[in-house]
């Protein structure tokens, strides 16, 4: 059954394998997902711990019975310290960006701005990845207000290209691959998010700050 | 390179045992469906358990080995020759330079698993050698004409146990698999529980390799505020509004915005994998 700890948090079962860690929000999340795996995302989990997945309001943890017990898995929950994001704390990534998506200017009108007042908002913020999903390398990016707010375009596109940076909801995101989406495009960058011949593919992870620059 | 693809089959794939720990970057574990059989096929013929083989769906797959090798067909249960006469299934097989290896059609389960002496070779992401076909990372399905290498593999010190070998389901029983509670049980009537372990399930033919859908009396979701998306585990009975679930198998999205009712015993998954359209289900909770 459902429990909740001190501080807000409430663990649910999710098989014999899994807990599932429902928190009041994203930022919670972060915090959390922070404490657990490390405010670099490089602390060593517990032995046993397969793999820990930051979502929109909570965190499932999946773990190897062989190799630790569901009590123990409990314990390091519910012991486990938010760490919130600080400034200048954790992993730093820079994305150049060509600001000049086919929606810059649309997205600009919508929230009553010039699209240079969009670009300096955009590369102005700091940006931290609350979550990873929809591909591979795709990670949501958050920021600490919401005047870059946007609904994501009433028909999705087929096919947008790798490397275009969007803005749909609170987030900004880029796109890894080539693949449909909805979200509106104000520009692109030539990095890489996923490459596959890495150790490391991933070039945002989540707990990491990123911040974008004018190419 | 060890072994010529004649002819692919519906679907032939390369698969070892995954990648799991990577859903924080958006990353499917992938690997075999049906664990157990690619174990068994790998320590038949003397490879490490989780070495790269093929999974074969509903045979159709001609292959012609270069090099002389020792192969191991388990899993599906269906006609499997060598250079015209068949060959026993769940044993070691010596198979000469030329010789050319043919998958009938599979009259019990779906997916046959070959392991060849050394593996299959091809290039790693993160440790493993899997297709995924959800994101399509992993190496491309078999094609005509393509050549797989072999023999990267260290072979096992032989001191592993045979794992017992497990007969595909035949099409006509039911399958039975344990489930226990999800993360969101409590967003279903409380009839649901009782109607997802206590009716027969058929297996729906719009399955794959990213799930298994399943028919039936539909569940009852009471709770209908949308869920944010959270993260998702191998075996989820993840219930759409229609009421019909779906369970995650090996090339799952790592997260997903419908609610999760139950999750399947990860041991059991494996008789999912070989589970043919319309095969009868039930669960046990």
């Known amino acids: 059954m459902p429990s909740r700890d001190r501080s807000g948090r409430v663990l649910l079962p999710c098989g014999d394998s899994a807990f599932l860690v429902e928190l009041p929000g994203l930022s919670a999340v972060i915090a959390y997902y922070r404490g657990l795996t490390g405010v670099s995302g490089d602390r060593p989990l517990p032995a046993g711990i397969v793999d820990v997945v930051p979502a929109a309001r909570t965190v499932l943890v999946t773990f190897d019975r062989d190799m630790i017990r569901p009590s123990e898995v409990r314990d390091w929950l519910e012991a486990a310290e938010p760490a919130a994001v600080v400034a200048g704390t954790g992993r730093e990534v820079t994305l150049e960006v060509s600001y000049g998506g086919p929606d810059l200017a649309e997205t600009a009108q919508f929230l009553g701005m010039s699209t240079a007042d969009l670009v300096e908002l955009h590369t102005s913020s700091e940006w931290t990845a609350a979550f990873s999903g929809f591909a591979p390398g795709f990670a949501y990016l958050v920021t600490t207000h919401e005047r870059l707010r946007v609904p994501r375009r009433n028909t999705p596109r087929t096919a947008v290209p790798a490397g275009s940076v969007g803005l749909a909801g609170e987030f900004s995101g880029v796109y890894p691959r080539s693949s449909p989406g909805g979200w509106q495009l104000i520009g692109t960058t030539t990095a890489a998010l996923w490459d596959a011949s890495k150790a490391e593919p991933a070039l945002i992870r989540p707990g990491d700050r990123v911040r974008f620059v004018e190419a | ?285």
């Open chain 2, 1 to 285: 390179m060890g072994i010529v693809v004649v002819k692919p089959g519906p679907l032939t794939l390369v698969e070892d045992l995954g990648r799991p720990g990577w859903a924080s970057l958006g990353l499917s574990p992938s690997g075999a469906l049906d664990r157990q059989s690619l174990r068994l096929a790998n320590l038949l013929v003397g490879n490490p358990a989780g070495a790269a083989g093929l999974e074969i769906l509903l045979g159709g797959l001609r292959l012609r080995i270069v090099k002389a090798s020792t192969v191991a067909v388990t899993g599906a249960e269906g006609i499997v020759t060598l250079d015209g006469p068949e060959i026993p299934l769940n044993q070691a097989v010596r198979a000469a330079p030329g010789a050319v290896l043919d998958f009938g059609a599979p009259l019990f389960g779906l997916r046959y698993y070959l392991a060849v002496q050394g593996g299959i070779d091809a290039p790693q992401l993160l440790g493993s050698r899997s297709t995924d076909m959800l994101s399509g990372e992993g190496p491309a399905p078999l094609t005509s004409g393509e050549h797989l290498g072999t023999g990267r593999e260290l072979v096992r010190n032989g001191s592993d146990p045979l794992p017992a070998v497990r007969r595909a389901p035949d099409p006509g029983q039911v399958i039975v698999m344990r489930v226990d509670p999800g993360p969101r049980v409590d967003w279903f009537d409380d009839d649901s529980w009782r109607r997802l372990v206590s009716q027969e399930w058929t297996l729906s033919p719009d399955s794959n390799r990213i799930g298994a859908r399943l028919l039936g009396r539909p569940l009852k979701q009471v709770r209908l505020e949308e869920l944010p998306s959270e993260g998702m585990v191998l075996g989820a009975l993840q219930v759409p509004p229609s009421g019909l679930p779906t369970v995650f198998l090996a090339d799952h999205p790592v997260t997903g915005g419908y609610p999760v009712i139950a999750v399947v015993r990860r041991t059991d998954l494996d008789l999912l994998g070989q589970a043919r359209p319309g095969q009868r289900i039930r669960f046990l909770g």
